[in-house]
């Protein structure tokens, strides 16, 4: 097969600045949080918003004129959302910005530009993609009718049912073939994905592999070819964490929950260990046809829902970056977590309440919807 197919689409920028070596800087994009005693994504420094300004405009039409202007549009764990408007388009352009807590594989995407490297003036991992005309779920979803919120849990479901009707050769994630040798693609098992093997799947992108020190236990991350595979790697990475825990405060990947874990450091790495041993025992080392490998959207969330503000119709979903090809037992029942409730067993009763069992109602019923909600879901996905 050949590995040199390129999409025409996409553009991997490269500007040949320094090498930057964001590894030796990994230990800086994690703190403890004091309320928990873990580690939680921090960014070591703040992006340059007169450079995010300059290599947008490198990457989007000559004609766009001086006047364009950059402001932040949105801010999560692992990345930053920089809006650029003109007044000579209706169009406007996000650059995501990456934290980089994994170099590389948590960028290569297909989008207007991007640069899956931090060694350029920028210094971050970067994506530039044209803005959905939308708002997140978490805006509208209090206010919205039953009836709109029961359209989109359908329009919903069948999202998700598509990309269940997708099923992969190999768990781990997509990336281009053209870095078919930096993903740990495996040659012998054929053809990748996409179309004339635009694509191949090569290792697995979730945050379980890459949250706080494991990235740099290095982990084995894929692909893989069953679910057994899968589940041995990350019991050895769990048992590798606990033989790895940072017990000092002022030391890198220092958390308050390492200290606690190294209270009853043999009896915890023990059960670790049993862990590591039982995995062959649950899982099958062939897998039977129905162990199909499908694409998860692990975040379906209120945030992640874009929606028509005035129609509450669905007109995207986002935050794709951690997507991987998973093992079905992984997904469940696939509903997602907004619409997770009481499983209240039967209809609330309709009319007027006394005002002490009105409001205890109130709650009652959000519950009876979301119930219906995950109905209709389960009929279509």
Known sequence: MDKTAANSKR???????????????????????????????????????????????????????????????????????????SNDTTAEYLMRVALPVDPFFKTESEVIAYASSASNEFTFEWILMERVRGVPLEQVWDTMPLQAKMHLTVELARSMKELRQRPFPMLGSIYYADVWNRVDYMLTLGPGAGIDDTFVVGRMVPTRFFRDERLLLRPNRGPFTTARELAASQANLLARRIQHLSLSPGTEYYCEADEMLADDGAEVLEIVNRLVEVVPRIYSATEDPEDIKFLRHDDISLMNVLVNPKTYKLVGIVDWESVSI??????????????????????????????????????IRKDWNLVLLRRKYAEIA
Not at 21 to 42: E, I, M, Q
Not at 334 to 350: A, D, M, R, W
Request: hydrophobic share 35%; net charge negative; charged share 20%.
């Open 11 to 85: 553009s991997r920028v490269s500007h040949g600045h320094n090498h930057i070596n964001t590894l030796a800087d990994h230990h800086f994009c994690w703190k403890n949080n004091d309320t928990s005693g873990f580690l939680v994504p921090v960014w070591p420094r703040k992006p340059d918003i007169r450079v995010a300004r300059k290599l947008t405009l490198e990457n989007l039409p000559e004609d766009l004129s001086s006047d364009a202007r950059i402001s932040p549009f949105a801010q999560a764990a692992f990345h930053r959302l920089y809006c650029l408007s």
């Open 326 to 363: 998973v093992p079905a037992l992984e997904t469940g029942d696939g509903v997602p977590h907004f619409l997770q409730g009481t499983n209240v067993q039967k209809p609330p009763p309709v009319g007027s309440l006394p005002p002490e069992e009105e409001e205890a109602m109130v709650e």
